[in-house]
């Protein structure tokens, strides 16, 4: 502990690295235990890139994205890229690994967001547009 005070470590974080010196040594070693993690890659590539880039988009916009849209632009990409229908499922399985992998999360909306469905939203627009127009412009306060 004296030999590098810069370094600030608590004496019982030292305990707890030297306790499990053995399995960090395994590891260097490239010996897999039953908790060692391995990456393993995705079977599309171009798929997983299209997808990584249309959510870069979609998120800086701000635009909602859920499970359902997730999968739907999924198969979209997947048709693009000439991917076999039947090699690939977009399952809610596929869609959480996938917003993991991109840390994505989700988020719970509250009063008006949470209740207006966006492919309702032009139909709704025009509605009121037609309604409004019986007023005189003057009389309308929004």
Not at 53 to 67: A, C, F, N, P, Q
Request: with cysteine.
């Amino acid at each position: 502990m004296e030999r590098y005070p810069s370094l600030k470590i608590e004496r019982l974080t030292v305990s707890k690295i030297l306790k499990k010196a053995n399995e960090y040594q395994l590891q260097d070693n490239n010996v897999y235990t039953e908790k060692t993690f391995c990456h393993r890659s995705v079977k599309y590539p171009m798929l997983e890139l299209a997808m990584n880039m249309w959510v870069e988009r979609v998120t800086t916009e701000e635009i909602i994205i859920s499970d359902s849209i997730i999968k739907e632009k999924g198969r979209q990409f997947a048709e693009a890229f000439s991917i076999p229908e039947g090699s690939f499922t977009f399952s809610n399985g596929w869609a959480t690994k996938f917003k993991k992998r991109n840390g994505l999360k989700k988020t719970i909306m509250h009063g008006e967001a949470a209740s207006a469905p966006l492919e309702k939203l032009p139909e709704e627009r025009r509605k009121l547009q037609e309604l409004l127009s019986h007023y005189n412009p003057e009389d309308i306060h929004i």
